[in-house]
């Protein structure tokens, strides 16, 4: 079957439905979600719209507590799972888009609209590839679904639900990614380091503070003190051009107020982030006493310069998933004493019960304790299964691109399943605009993930 040449020949109708649903302005809205439309209307009215589609093909179509639902056609004990979502991320700041974000226009071969790239287009693209299949009349031998989620963007209650009341299919994919195929996701586990010993009323560190979220890497921390050296501006001064830094020293009565800005980055990727925390620390080593010393002297020998916790023995890597790295992204002292929580991605071979225990034994004889406060599983389907094998033989043969399979330290919808992979569509080189003004997809790409979509299908569900 030449599938790219079928996919070309849909193509106004691919685009079409598209648009269609990309006018439908599905943000979650909490304010008007109801039983009925548990996301609010927007949401449901995508769900919905997709679930007509597939009735309108004469597909088995299920709504699940209109929070997700699925698109069947074929017949087989196992199910092929093809993981889609139709909630979008607001489309934010207007005045920064060049075309309305709810439209669908095309210009220059690009199709305009929030959600255009994550997820709708390639929603519609396997959706397609779906009829593709079925209008070829290749007997299946498993059961295809489509399962689509209406609250990716924000919680995964859609696919929690769905999960917890439909079947799981024995292989899968997720549109939602990057092609070639992310295969290997790392663990994603939060820690918190609790300081034992409290704040003293004497000492001189009165309050530190850094982040809001456990998974960025904080741009911002300040710190309280009573009293400092006489000589505390002139370090300072010289500590953030040492460290080309930006920051401000100021005394209110008899406080100094300490500030240093860093760089936010994704918890995925501290490196690419300033930790103003980290900085911040090192500065005050040589100002404090008491709880206080100790707390800025933890940060310090534990996270500055490195990445990875080696000094407390965290440090691990594998050649599928690279290095584990651990983002101080929460960091406070006050008279409780200090704390530190942590986003860590480990990579998918990591031993962590064996680590962890070794590190909270360590710890025993520290000042602080470490507490696990969640920890999602990696997930990763090794390079030699047949799943990986064959989507990565459909891709490459469809676009004579040899690129290896990539892992990835966040967390992407595959890993809702209990065997799926993320394959496409933003091939690689693409810019990634997804969540951004004037998000857009090629459509000559929809077209080609339309036909790669089908051609997968059936080597997947077909004898
Ligand atoms: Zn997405």
Same mark, same amino acid.
């Given at each position: 079957?030449?599938?790219? @040449?079928?996919?070309? +020949? /849909?193509?106004?109708?691919?685009?079409?439905?598209?648009?269609?649903?990309?006018?439908?302005?599905? #943000?979650?809205?909490?304010?008007?979600?109801?039983?009925?439309?548990?996301?609010?209307?927007?949401?449901?009215?995508?769900?919905?719209?997709?679930?007509?589609?597939?009735?309108?093909?004469?597909?088995?179509?299920?709504?699940?507590?209109?929070?997700?639902?699925?698109?069947?056609?074929?017949?087989?004990?196992?199910?092929?799972?093809?993981?889609?979502?139709?909630?979008?991320?607001?489309?934010?700041?207007?005045?920064?888009?060049?075309?309305?974000?709810?439209?669908?226009?095309?210009?220059?071969?690009?199709?305009?609209?929030?959600?255009?790239?994550?997820?709708?287009?390639?929603?519609?693209?396997?959706?397609?590839?779906?009829?593709?299949?079925?209008?070829?009349? *290749?007997?299946?031998?498993?059961?295809?679904?489509?399962?689509?989620?209406?609250?990716?963007?924000?919680? %995964?209650?859609?696919?929690?639900?769905?999960?917890?009341?439909?079947?799981?299919?024995?292989?899968?994919?997720?549109?939602?990614?990057? &092609?070639?195929?992310? +295969?290997?996701?790392?663990?994603?586990?939060?820690?918190?380091?609790?300081?034992?010993?409290?704040?003293?009323?004497?000492?001189?560190?009165?309050?530190?503070?850094?982040?809001? /979220?456990?998974?960025?890497?904080?741009?911002?921390?300040?710190?309280?003190?009573?009293?400092?050296?006489?000589? *505390?501006?002139?370090?300072? +001064?010289? &500590?953030?051009?040492?460290?080309?830094?930006?920051?401000?020293?100021?005394?209110?009565?008899?406080?100094?107020?300490?500030?240093?800005?860093?760089?936010?980055?994704?918890?995925?990727?501290? @490196?690419?982030?300033? +930790?103003?925390?980290?900085?911040?620390?090192?500065?005050?080593?040589?100002?404090?006493?008491?709880?206080?010393?100790?707390?800025?002297?933890?940060?310090?020998?534990?996270?500055?310069?490195?990445?990875?916790?080696?000094?407390? $023995?965290?440090?691990? /890597?594998?050649?599928?998933?690279?290095?584990?790295?651990?983002?101080?992204?929460?960091?406070? %002292?006050?008279?409780?004493?200090?704390?530190?929580?942590?986003?860590?991605?480990?990579?998918?071979?990591?031993?962590?019960?064996?680590?962890?225990?070794? #590190? @909270?034994?360590?710890?025993?004889?520290?000042?602080?304790?470490?507490? *696990?406060?969640?920890?999602?599983?990696?997930?990763?389907?090794?390079?030699?299964?047949?799943?990986?094998?064959?989507?990565?033989?459909?891709?490459?043969?469809?676009?004579?691109?040899?690129?290896?399979?990539?892992?990835?330290?966040?967390?992407?919808?595959?890993?809702?399943?209990?065997?799926?992979?993320?394959?496409?569509?933003?091939?690689? $080189?693409?810019?990634?605009?997804?969540?951004?003004?004037?998000?857009?997809?090629?459509?000559?790409?929809?077209?080609?993930?339309?036909?790669?979509?089908?051609?997968? *299908?059936?080597?997947?569900?077909?004898?």
């Amino acid at each position: 079957m030449n599938w790219f @040449q079928i996919a070309k +020949n /849909r193509e106004q109708e691919l685009v079409k439905e598209l648009q269609s649903l990309l006018r439908i302005e599905s #943000v979650l809205d909490e304010a008007k979600a109801t039983a009925e439309a548990p996301f609010g209307p927007g949401p449901l009215a995508a769900l919905e719209w997709m679930l007509a589609r597939g009735e309108e093909q004469g597909m088995r179509v299920k709504n699940i507590d209109q929070m997700a639902g699925h698109i069947e056609m074929g017949e087989g004990e196992e199910i092929l799972g093809i993981l889609c979502h139709v909630d979008v991320v607001p489309a934010s700041d207007l005045s920064t888009w060049s075309y309305p974000p709810f439209e669908g226009r095309i210009v220059d071969g690009k199709l305009y609209g929030r959600g255009a790239i994550d997820d709708k287009g390639p929603t519609i693209a396997a959706w397609m590839a779906m009829k593709m299949v079925k209008d070829a009349g *290749i007997p299946l031998t498993k059961r295809v679904r489509m399962i689509i989620g209406a609250d990716e963007e924000s919680h %995964f209650r859609c696919v929690k639900r769905y999960f917890a009341k439909e079947e799981m299919p024995t292989i899968g994919f997720a549109p939602d990614a990057d &092609f070639p195929l992310i +295969n290997a996701e790392k663990g994603i586990a939060e820690l918190v380091f609790s300081q034992k010993s409290k704040r003293q009323a004497d000492e001189k560190l009165v309050s530190f503070h850094a982040g809001q /979220r456990v998974n960025m890497v904080p741009d911002l921390a300040t710190a309280v003190l009573k009293s400092a050296s006489a000589n *505390i501006e002139g370090k300072f +001064n010289e &500590f953030l051009l040492e460290n080309n830094l930006e920051g401000s020293l100021n005394l209110d009565t008899d406080r100094y107020i300490i500030m240093i800005k860093g760089k936010s980055s994704h918890a995925m990727e501290p @490196q690419n982030g300033i +930790n103003a925390a980290v900085y911040l620390a090192k500065f005050l080593t040589t100002e404090l006493d008491g709880a206080g010393y100790e707390f800025v002297r933890f940060i310090t020998e534990v996270f500055d310069g490195d990445h990875t916790a080696h000094v407390l $023995g965290f440090a691990y /890597r594998d050649d599928v998933s690279g290095e584990t790295t651990l983002n101080p992204g929460i960091v406070s %002292f006050n008279e409780q004493g200090g704390s530190i929580e942590i986003s860590m991605r480990y990579a998918v071979t990591y031993p962590f019960e064996e680590k962890i225990t070794a #590190v @909270q034994q360590y710890m025993q004889e520290t000042d602080f304790i470490l507490d *696990i406060a969640g920890n999602s599983q990696p997930h990763y389907v090794p390079e030699e299964d047949e799943l990986v094998q064959t989507l990565l033989s459909v891709y490459r043969e469809h676009t004579g691109d040899f690129s290896k399979p990539l892992s990835t330290g966040g967390g992407t919808y595959a890993r809702e399943m209990k065997k799926g992979v993320a394959f496409g569509m933003l091939y690689p $080189g693409e810019p990634d605009l997804a969540h951004q003004a004037n998000e857009f997809v090629v459509v000559e790409n929809l077209v080609k993930a339309a036909a790669i979509y089908a051609d997968s *299908i059936v080597r997947l569900a077909s004898k």
